[in-house]
């Protein structure tokens, strides 16, 4: 089901790209070229990317970018990225549980005091 949707979104936008028209430097106004970063690897997950977002120069040339579960910093490489969970000592997000169902949780994070982790 995801798969489909990611055909179709994909498609669409392809479509829209074909026939929309195009401002003076070649791309179409308000938008962003395509993703240069494939993919990102967040804890055990590796997301595919669809579109692209705004990561400095040197991240986003990036075909995959790590992303630590536990305080969202992001990592070039996965050697970097797996001394990094060794050492790092957040284990859950920061703020207060305000849900726990199973093996699912959910946290109320304050943004002026975490406000790195909340951008």
């Known amino acids: ?7 179709r979104a994909q498609s669409a936008m392809s479509e829209e790209a074909k026939s929309s028209p195009k401002g003076k430097s070649g791309k179409k106004k308000g938008t962003v070229g395509p ?3 494939k993919s990102i690897e967040l804890g055990c997950y590796e997301i595919t990317a669809w ?8 991240y986003a040339l990036q075909n995959k970018l790590y992303i630590c579960e536990f305080c969202l910093k992001y990592m070039k ?4 990225a797996s001394r990094h ?4 000592p957040a284990r859950c997000p920061p703020g207060d549980e305000i849900y726990r169902k199973e093996t699912i949780s959910v946290f109320e994070v304050d943004g002026r005091k975490n406000k790195t982790y909340c951008q």
């Open 1 to 7: 089901m995801f798969h489909e949707a990611q055909s």
């Open 35 to 37: 993703p240069t970063i």
């Open 51 to 58: 579109y692209s977002s705004p990561y400095p120069a040197e």
């Open 77 to 80: 490489s996965g050697v970097i």
């Open 85 to 88: 969970i060794a050492k790092c």
